[in-house]
């Protein structure tokens, strides 16, 4: 079964400094989307990127969060100067394009566990 | 986006049967129902989803009413590896707002 993956698993940066949280979404979904879930809280909606730029993004989404394609496999999620209230899960999501509900129907990576010491 | 309520936690024991219902009373026509299970540390999963009526799969049965403001989610026989949150949401554009879900706990 096809599936989407993450890289890393674990992610251990100071504050102020840039990550980049990498993506491989399933090969025929054109809808991407980053969630992120601070530890014992819900998951929460951050983008969603579709014909290589932003359809939705969340209040959260600020000036110091980008999304990228950058080639035919990857997507990626870059925090320009990391704060340590963004110490969380991101989860990667990508969906069908296909109408009838299918949005609602995402396929989640295993994640990536953000610490910002 | 319609809100859901559903109930914090469930218990129950191998073998059994779950019933979680979820209300959303102002579900709009063009809605979707779709529910997802998540296990600590994991992504979430996406179970089923039903526009009416009853929709089954190998995991799950969602049973939904005429009225469509209620839903819910069937989980058959369930094991100890069954043990997540289930949440149900409603809506049918690109963006999924989860709430708190429903805590299951499966007991021997």
């Known amino acids: 079964e096809p599936e989407v993956t993450q890289t890393p698993s674990h992610q251990v940066t100071q504050m102020g400094q840039e990550v980049i949280l990498r993506c491989v979404p399933i090969s025929n979904h054109l809808y991407f989307y980053w969630y992120r879930q601070i530890l014992g809280q819900k998951v929460e909606f951050l983008v969603s990127f579709y014909n290589n730029e932003i359809s939705e993004k969340s209040e959260i989404f600020d000036d110091q969060f980008s999304v990228e394609r950058p080639d035919g496999s990857n997507f990626t999620l870059k925090i320009r100067s990391t704060k340590l209230e963004d110490s969380a899960m991101y989860f990667c999501a990508s969906s069908d394009p296909g109408g009838g509900g299918r949005a609602y129907e995402q396929y989640f990576g295993p994640g990536t566990r953000l610490t910002v010491t | 986006l319609a809100k859901t309520t559903q109930p914090i936690s469930m218990d129950s024991y191998e073998g059994q049967e779950v019933n979680i219902t979820c209300s959303h009373n102002?579900?709009?026509?063009?809605?979707?129902i779709t529910w997802y299970q998540q296990f600590p540390s994991q992504g979430p999963r996406f179970i089923i989803q039903?526009?009416?009526t009853k929709v089954t799969n190998e995991v799950a049965s969602l049973f939904i009413p005429a009225d469509r403001k209620s839903s819910t989610l069937s989980l058959p026989r369930v094991s100890l590896s069954d043990t997540a949150v289930y949440y149900c949401l409603v809506g049918g554009d690109y963006k999924l707002s989860f709430g708190a879900g429903t805590t299951v706990t499966v007991r021997a």
């Open positions: 102002n579900i709009a026509t063009n809605d979707y």
């Open positions: 039903g526009y009416k």
